[in-house]
């Protein structure tokens, strides 16, 4: 295989995908391979010549693809979505082929200044007010991660870096009981200690965080000796999209002169629509915000977006400049590798440009539009079976459920095996989580390609399937 042989190849991959994304949601979703299957397929030591490109990709077909699980299936209702609309993957595979690292500005000063322009639309997009800047990061977690330093930095005057946490008085950063465990992950690397996350209880048909407990919390660690360094918030939790008071909250980190962090990496999508964002007034107080282009928007993965109201105490928390990073006598740039962990960095604006200008903000509100309604739609007529019980609201197009006939001891044990069914059957696709230790079966809509019958045809797979139980 060389570069003269591309242009059949690529045709033929593009081919197979098109096919591809055209028919998938005529295969299971979930893939039904056992463990060790593919393991078990690939040879275990590789060629010492090299082998035509025929035979690789026959094995690709052969081996690769009934090992994956369809996340673009129209029917993948499962955690979050993981989009890819076709505009994006166009964009991504011509990332591919000219393959930049994007770490400074002079090293693609075209993928520096599409990540400035495409963040700026996005934050447009979002209502966000000019003051916010914007950085790509290669996940929600690394995002996260940069805020948790930098919250660490600023309680520490800039010291943490050069001196260590050893010895330091105990840095305290609040949450609720419904983040996502990126959150513990990001105070665990940070060094900041599992012992020094305050988990604020919540309260409410939002789950949010209860802002009184969280001020307590603040008084009682004070009282201690503790110092607290900042709040990260809640908007679109990951188990049953819990949201916290955003203003509420805002409130009590200014009082504190805390720096606030707000992890909407999949709610914050739907806030390209207006009649959502009263799930985050007050949002333009947060210090950073991430959310995820590519689980509900439509960008093809991976793609988070970080907003930052002041970018200097990140790139204070994280730039380091050897010699041959510097980039002398052009002032006025931005080199993005100083605003995220990683140094080397992908071209992933592309992405964002082609996705928004092929759909325009409109094609993509009414795709959001769309699910939410087919969601609640759903949701409506599950809550009209006897049997069944609505456990958590709709929040956006997420609501949980659970399947209660009478008589029944252990329900939870029931709705594992409802779950694990629904799954091996293969129509659709769904996850459990826990709401307050009991076990709920969740269920959320956001497939770029979904339809109103996709949504629909869950109630039909899901009642069918508890009844044979
Ligand atoms: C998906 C998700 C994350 C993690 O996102 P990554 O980009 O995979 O790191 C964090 N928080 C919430 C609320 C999520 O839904």
Redesign the pocket.
């Known amino acids: 295989m060389n570069w003269s042989d591309f242009s059949h190849w690529g045709r033929k991959v593009a081919d197979w995908a098109q096919d591809y994304h055209l028919t998938v949601g005529e295969k299971p979703v979930r893939a039904r391979t056992e463990p060790g299957d593919v393991l078990n397929a690939l040879p275990t030591t590789p060629p010492e010549t090299g082998e035509g490109m025929e035979a690789i990709f026959a094995d690709f077909e052969e081996i690769v693809m009934p090992g994956i699980t369809h996340w673009q299936h129209p029917r993948f209702f499962a955690?979050?979505t993981s989009n890819a609309a076709a505009p994006s993957v166009l964009a991504e595979f011509l990332t591919s082929a000219i393959a930049p690292q994007c770490m400074l500005w002079q090293t693609s000063p075209a993928a520096t200044e599409m990540e400035t322009r495409m963040m700026d639309w996005l934050r447009q997009s979002l209502d966000l007010p000019e003051v916010f800047r914007g950085v790509i990061?290669?996940?929600?977690?690394?995002?996260?991660l940069a805020a948790v330093l930098t919250m660490r930095e600023k309680a520490l005057n800039w010291q943490g870096n050069e001196q260590g946490l050893f010895g330091q008085t105990n840095l305290r950063i609040y949450c609720s009981s419904e983040?996502?465990?990126?959150?513990d992950r990001a105070i665990w690397v940070a060094g900041v200690g599992q012992k020094n996350l305050i988990r604020v209880p919540v309260k409410g048909d939002w789950r949010g965080m209860d802002p009184t407990a969280l001020e307590a919390a603040i008084q009682a660690d004070i009282a201690a000796g503790h110092q607290p360094a900042g709040i990260i918030l809640?908007?679109?939790?990951?188990g049953t999209g819990a949201t916290d008071p955003v203003d509420q909250v805002l409130d009590v980190a200014e009082r504190h002169g805390l720096y606030t962090h707000v992890?909407?990496?999949?709610?914050g999508s739907a806030m390209i629509c207006p009649e959502y964002r009263h799930y985050w007034p007050g949002i333009e107080r947060a210090d950073s915000i991430?959310f995820?282009p590519?689980?509900w928007l439509g960008v093809q993965f991976?793609c988070?977006a970080h907003f930052l109201k002041d970018p200097d105490d990140l790139v204070n928390t994280l730039a380091i400049s050897p010699e041959y990073l510097k980039t002398h006598g052009k002032d006025g740039i931005i080199n993005y590798s100083e605003w995220s962990v990683p140094l080397g960095r992908r071209f992933r604006a592309l992405k964002i440009w082609f996705l928004i200008r092929a759909y325009g903000l409109e094609g993509l509100r009414q795709r959001l539009r769309n699910h939410v309604a087919w969601s609640n739609q759903l949701h409506d007529k599950l809550k009209l079976e006897p049997d069944f019980e609505i456990v958590t609201p709709p929040m956006w197009s997420l609501w949980s459920f659970r399947y209660r006939p009478d008589g029944v001891e252990n329900l939870d044990d029931l709705n594992l095996q409802l779950v694990n069914a629904i799954n091996d059957d293969g129509r659709i696709y769904l996850t459990q989580t826990r709401v307050d230790g009991t076990l709920v079966i969740r269920f959320q809509a956001g497939q770029f390609e979904t339809t109103e019958a996709d949504v629909m045809r869950a109630h039909q797979v899901i009642t069918e399937i508890a009844r044979t139980l």
Request: some cysteine; hydrophobic content about 35%; aromatic content about 10%.
């Open positions: 955690y979050f990061q290669d996940s929600a977690s690394s995002a996260t983040v996502h465990t990126s959150i809640c908007v679109g939790g990951t992890d909407a990496a999949w709610a991430v995820n590519h689980k991976d988070s």
